[in-house]
């Protein structure tokens, strides 16, 4: 139908996820029109996403170098470490502002049916990690208790794989939490579904 | 809030039409996590679509050589000629199959309020061409009429431009006719508006 370099990258950016047929068309027209230094510049964006990012070696985050600024940053405690099922979560919980300690991407949730069992996933990393924090302050260290705050998604597998590290977790004896699921602020109590209201219930709090 | 290479890429893809941030943010950590070959190929893409495109010379639609395949096709009647406002809009009347002619992008539709008016648009061109068409077939041609259609957008400025084209083509003697307006094929006489439903009543057909 279209010109083949045209073609080509409406078929290219048809592949990308949430991005249809007529969406894939709009961006590629809309990229014939803009400047020549535009397009090298997203196309260069592109590369470079590859070239110049890896995964940091201690929390599996992304970096541009060999550990991520989070597990550079000194003021970031050591002993709290977020675990999150992926990479993206982490700007999530970064901007509540409510965090100051560490990550560790797991890089996905417990799920038999998708084929993804403990092994899959970054848990032993994470045990060299308690341990190599559990050894590192033998009797040196301010003697701060380790937290793991298992953020992975409220969803089965996410529960599931929280429930899964508590209890793997444990000969560590390191306190294991879970943000709090319930009724989003701001919502409306008319639209939330039973088993968010029935978990906001159960978890009610004294005021 | 990302590192370096994915908050750019992120900036980069933000600036796409119809693309917000939390899509853009989506699409870079799609892209994190595809093979590089993908990657490196929708990037190539991106340039190979200014590298290796052009404006075919003759009706202005996008073109990997001097003339577009369309102007090229010696099956496609030249002296039927489809005015269409942008690019794009040549592959939607391709995909109905029903013209077998040339097009000609106008490159817009007069819009006094965004300051087009007929010398911003590719009109002087369209003269050019129709005068070509007629001094070529000066007796010697099969003699066939020539036809613009006008398939400007049914909107203000659409219409604005196709009847400015229509007088201002006048005195070159050509049938200038315009798609018609009316009742899209299967929807619903509830769902049409008034304006579309009065244009289909005034251009109604006998059966």
């Given at each position: 139908m279209f010109e083949p370099p045209v073609q080509r990258l409406i078929d290219e950016l048809s592949r990308l996820p949430g991005v249809g047929r007529k969406s894939a068309q709009r961006l590629a027209f809309h990229l014939l029109n803009v400047d020549e230094a535009d397009t090298r510049r997203l196309a260069e964006a592109i590369i470079d996403l590859k070239e110049q990012t890896s995964v940091c070696k201690r929390c599996f985050n992304v970096t541009a170098?060999?550990?991520?600024s989070i597990c550079l940053d000194p003021r970031r405690e050591p002993r709290h470490i977020c675990v999150v099922e992926r990479v993206q979560d982490i700007a999530v919980i970064e901007r509540t502002r409510e965090f100051a300690g560490r990550y560790h991407v797991l890089g996905g949730a417990l799920s038999p049916i998708d084929g993804i069992g403990p092994s899959q996933l970054r848990i032993r990393e994470l045990e060299d990690r308690i341990r190599h924090l559990q050894n590192g302050s033998a009797g040196s260290q301010n003697g701060e208790a380790i937290e793991l705050i298992i953020?992975?998604?409220?969803?089965i597998e996410g529960d599931t794989t929280a429930m899964y590290l508590a209890r793997r977790l444990k000969p560590f004896g390191v306190t294991v939490t879970r943000p709090a699921s319930g009724l989003p602020v701001g919502g409306d109590m008319d639209y939330a579904d039973e088993i968010t209201l029935g978990r906001a219930l159960a978890d009610r709090r004294t005021l």
């Open positions: 170098g060999a550990e991520c953020a992975t998604n409220p969803t």
